[in-house]
């Protein structure tokens, strides 16, 4: 099946940047969490934080969760110092991602790119951000 969905991961130091466009299926999954696997491959074992801007994104089918479960299982092992989510009130959306991540982590939101950026490279930075 083709992938559904698109994204976007831009890099800023330790930051990565996510993206994410449109209803999303599992093949556009498996390719987000190919492209960010090569992302922080680039980073050769420095400590990483992953902010996924999620204001354009419509969704995801039920196997996206799985699949985005595992990675964050995954990030765990690999140098993640945390993730953030930018959402603002979308409650569906929030509630895909809360889904997502129980028993994991309690995901953060903030309404603004921006936002998110300040506080991840605080966490980077050792600061507590005290948000």
Not at 1 to 9: E, K, L, S, T, V
Not at 22 to 29: I, R
Not at 94 to 109: A, H, K, M, N, W
Not at 123 to 128: E, I, P, T, W
Request: with cysteine; charged share 25%; glycine share 8%.
């Amino acid at each position: 099946m083709q992938a559904h969905g698109r994204h976007d991961i831009e890099r800023q130091g330790q930051v990565l940047i996510c993206r994410i466009h449109e209803e999303w299926n599992a093949e556009e999954a498996r390719q987000f969490v190919a492209d960010l696997k090569a992302a922080i491959a680039e980073l050769d074992g420095r400590p990483w934080f992953r902010v996924v801007n999620m204001l354009n994104w419509n969704l995801g089918t039920p196997e996206v969760n799985a699949i985005m479960r595992d990675f964050v299982a995954w990030s765990t092992d690999h140098g993640s110092a945390g993730q953030v989510y930018v959402a603002g009130p979308n409650a569906p959306v929030r509630y895909q991602v809360q889904d997502s991540l129980t028993g994991l982590t309690e995901p953060r939101f903030f309404a603004s790119e921006d936002e998110a950026l300040d506080y991840a490279r605080q966490v980077l930075a050792g600061l507590d951000p005290g948000h």
